[in-house]
């Protein structure tokens, strides 16, 4: 049997309401056997950067994430698009966690989902995050890519709850592809 894997999710949205808060509250459910998924803290407990803060002291949920992000096996970042790019919180937390030694997300096993009420998915919004993550080093699965787009008939919103099969089916396959490149690593 293989080992159990800790797999963890950086949202990149604050909005209580969010399609990709839903879609991270839906991974810990369909995980296949052997893997745990949890949510990270909010991103916006994280100040706006700012090196003179850096400086006197990292703030706490800096690094609480960063111990996490280390301890895990592999992230799943969820996040929606911003004009064509990525929210600036999400942004702002990469900024953050790219400055704590060890570096947390160097050489870490990463997969990116997006969801969007467009027909593209956040396509725009992950091949900037996938430039942000080059620089910090991250191992960023390839394939499956997962950009959920036409979101809204895929999400029962008053149940706040993934509901197209074909969509949860084809995640299980990203979270097993991450799973497959995790024990690689490993």
Not at 50 to 75: F, Y
């Amino acid at each position: 049997m293989s080992q159990k894997l800790n797999f963890v999710v950086l949202l990149g949205s604050l909005r209580k309401a969010s399609l990709n808060r839903m879609l991270a509250e839906t991974l810990p459910r369909i995980a296949p056997e052997g893997i745990q998924i949890s949510l990270l803290g909010s991103v916006g407990a994280f100040p706006l950067y700012d090196q003179d803060l850096q400086d006197q002291e990292m703030p706490r949920p800096v690094l609480e994430m960063a111990d996490q992000i280390r301890s895990a096996d592999g992230v799943i970042i969820v996040t929606p698009e911003y004009n064509y790019s990525v929210p600036g919180v999400l942004k702002n937390a990469l900024d953050w966690l790219s400055r704590v030694t060890p570096q947390p997300l160097a050489r870490k096993p990463l997969a990116i989902q997006t969801v969007s009420p467009g027909m593209i998915g956040g396509a725009r919004a992950q091949y900037h995050l996938r430039q942000i993550l080059v620089f910090l080093d991250a191992c960023v699965l390839n394939r499956p890519e997962v950009m959920i787009g036409q979101a809204a008939t895929k999400f029962d919103t008053e149940r706040r709850e993934l509901t197209d099969q074909g969509t949860r089916d084809f995640l299980v396959r990203q979270i097993n592809a991450l799973a497959e490149l995790a024990r690689i690593m490993s």
